[in-house]
């Protein structure tokens, strides 16, 4: 279905570069040009024999020197699902690349672009209500962003008190860092080092 939905959207919407990529792992995908994410949306809702017309997720992920902002999609008419993807660029840590919002498509966009808008500084132009809708309106920066580091305090509150802090998952998730062959593929919930100013102990109480 890939190839032959990418050479239809090509056919049909200029200059949008769909192009098919096929994981090893996982679900194969659909790359296309960020200036295009609007017309290829409204051009796959209605595209005959697709009909995409459910809008399941809208998600993104920051690889650093990139986000890419990944949209579900399903057609309950012919039993389908794709996944569509895009990539923005993102200079530096305030940086919030623009992506035309796909709400006036499907309206179930609104609160997760919104959401995307909050964790990774999506800014989705013609947003209806571009608001955050997770942390304050006031909060800086953006959680999900590699490159976040969170301030002390808000509004004289401690935003990370010790008292909160899961020494033991940090212990146990660097040791299993140490101890596998691809430390990438290991992940725990606080990645904060500069909470042991002596650094993390090589062993502890969870090993």
Aim: with cysteine; hydrophobic share 35%.
């Amino acid at each position: 279905m890939h190839n032959e939905l990418a050479q239809l959207i090509n056919s049909n919407v200029s200059g949008s570069n769909a192009e098919h990529v096929a994981r090893e792992n996982g679900d194969d995908v659909l790359f296309i040009s960020s200036e295009h994410i609007l017309r290829v949306c409204t051009f796959l809702k209605s595209a005959q024999g697709y009909e995409f017309n459910v809008l399941q997720v809208v998600t993104g992920c920051d690889y650093t020197d990139r986000i890419e902002v990944s949209y579900i999609l399903a057609s309950f008419i012919n039993n389908l699902e794709l996944i569509l993807k895009t990539k923005l660029l993102k200079e530096n840590k305030d940086h919030t690349p623009e992506l035309e919002s796909v709400c006036s498509v499907w309206e179930a966009a609104n609160y997760q672009e919104r959401e995307c808008f909050d964790m990774l500084g999506v800014c989705f132009k013609n947003h209806p209500d571009p608001r955050r809708i997770l942390c304050p309106d006031d909060w800086e920066g953006y959680p999900l962003r590699k490159d976040y580091v969170p301030a002390e305090k808000y509004n004289g509150m401690v935003i990370n008190p010790e008292h909160k802090i899961n020494r033991e998952e940090i212990f146990f998730g660097e040791k299993l860092k140490r101890e596998a062959v691809d430390p990438k593929k290991i992940s725990y919930s606080w990645k904060k080092p500069e909470y042991f100013p002596d650094g993390v102990p090589e062993s502890t109480e969870s090993e």
